[in-house]
Each structure stands twice: as structure tokens, then as C-alpha cells.
């Protein structure tokens, strides 16, 4: 019985025309009976048979439109509902990675914050930092930048391209800045600078002195720079995917 219920709600309009033809059909042959049994059927200068038939057929095929129109808009709904359903899952599914990106995201931001203070205080000759110190900085910023690198980024599909695309950017530049730190320290501490050596004008050096690693540091600070800028961009982006009914200020 369901089978056939639900056949015949999914073919109203089929049945209506069936039946309003098969109604027209047996109007015609009554009114035909009728006329052989010669009653009279006239009406004015017109006959009733077909001006019923006419009446008969603007009524049926008014209502086959009619239900054809309701299938219509019952079957775009329905297309509306399961794309509608497709983008919460997407926005849900966004939303978690979002979510769990946020913590490293931020994490990230403040070791490279704390990474561009110290190399700023070096770029600033303040020779209390030393390289160990900055070796200790550095292996945070890389165990922090890692995390966010190497666990984070596989599962960025589903966020948005500008969330995505600055986190990788931002993760990109912390590597290479990485790189070229762990070079400089590297570099000082193979080569010490003779800081007690202050050469005057006009003498005459038997070698050149060595160009010291930490002379790479305002370089460093400005990269530093540019990827807590793109990382700041895509928390903010993290976090629109996250909490989409969030308003940011």
C-alpha cells in the first residue's frame, strides 16, 4: 500500500489528466445517450455538451499545471535542503579544523613575537643575549613552528583559499627563517667576534674581520615580521571559520 501511495504522489499530475480525460470521455457519451434518446439539449445557440466539454478541459489541464508547478517547486526545495545540508557539513567539518588550528596558530604568533624582541635587543648590540640564549629561542620558535607546519597544514582543504593560504605562507617563511638563524648561530659560535677588537681609521689589517652572524639579524627581524603578519591574517580568517556568527574587532 505505501508503493502505491507513494507512486501516486509522485504522479499527481499524471492521475489528474487521466482522470479529468476519463470524466470528459463519459460526459460525452451521457450527453450522446441523451441525444439518442432525443431529449432537448440546446441552450441558446450553443450546445451544453460543448461548452461542458470546454469547461471540462480548462479545469483539467488548469490542474495538471497546477500540480505540475507543485512538483516543481516540491523537487527544487528538496535540492535546496540537500545543498543546504552539504554546506553546514562542509562549515562544521571547517569549523573543527579551524578550531583546532587556532591554538598552534597563536602559539606560533607568540614565539615568533618573542623571537623578533630578542633579535631586536641583539640588533640593538645588547650584548647580554648571547648565542646559546638565542639557540634556546630559536629551538622553541622551530618545535612550535613545527607543529604548525607539519600537523596542521594536511588538514587545511576544507578552510577557507585566504585562511589557507596565509597560514601556509606564514609556516613557509618561520621555516626559512629558521634555516638562516640556525646558519648565523652556527657561524658565531665557529667564529666568536673579538668584541675587545675596535680597529682605528687608517690601520692596516693583516686579514679582514670576519663578518659576524649576527649581522644577519635586521634582515631576520623584517621576515619575522612579515610572516606574524600573515599568520595574524590567517587566525583571523581561523577564526571566521570557526565561529562563523562571531563578529571580530
Not at 21 to 34: G, I, Q, Y
Not at 86 to 95: I, K, N, T, V
Request: proline share 4%; hydrophobic share 45%; aromatic share 6%.
Amino acid at each position: 500500500m505505501s508503493i502505491i501511495s507513494r507512486w501516486a504522489s509522485q504522479h499527481q499530475a499524471i492521475i489528474c489528466i487521466v482522470l479529468g480525460a476519463l470524466a470528459a470521455l463519459a460526459c460525452v457519451l451521457w450527453w450522446d445517450v441523451k441525444i439518442a434518446m432525443s431529449f432537448d439539449v440546446t441552450m441558446g445557440t450553443e450546445k451544453p455538451l460543448e461548452l461542458f466539454i470546454q469547461v471540462v478541459g480548462t479545469v483539467v489541464t488548469t490542474l495538471g499545471v497546477l500540480f505540475s508547478l507543485k512538483q516543481s517547486r516540491e523537487a527544487k526545495q528538496l535540492a535546496l535542503r540537500q545543498e543546504d545540508k552539504a554546506a553546514r557539513e562542509l562549515l562544521e567539518r571547517a569549523s573543527m579544523v579551524a578550531a583546532g588550528l587556532l591554538p598552534l596558530i597563536k602559539r606560533a604568533r607568540d614565539v615568533a613575537n618573542d623571537a623578533q624582541y630578542t633579535l631586536n635587543n641583539i640588533a640593538m648590540m645588547d650584548l647580554s643575549y648571547e648565542p646559546a640564549m638565542i639557540r634556546t629561542a630559536l629551538e622553541r620558535l622551530e618545535s612550535e613552528v613545527f607543529d604548525l607546519c607539519d600537523r596542521g597544514t594536511p588538514d587545511l582543504v576544507p578552510l577557507p583559499n585566504n585562511c589557507a593560504h596565509r597560514l601556509h605562507r606564514g609556516a613557509a617563511a618561520l621555516r626559512d627563517i629558521r634555516v638562516e638563524l640556525r646558519e648565523a648561530i652556527d657561524f658565531e659560535e665557529a667564529n666568536p667576534f673579538n668584541r675587545d677588537f675596535k680597529p682605528r681609521r687608517g690601520d692596516v689589517l693583516d686579514e679582514p674581520v670576519h663578518v659576524n652572524g649576527i649581522d644577519k639579524v635586521p634582515e631576520l627581524i623584517e621576515q619575522i615580521a612579515d610572516a606574524v603578519g600573515d599568520l595574524w591574517i590567517a587566525e583571523q580568517e581561523c577564526t571566521k571559520a570557526a565561529f562563523p556568527t562571531r563578529t571580530l574587532k
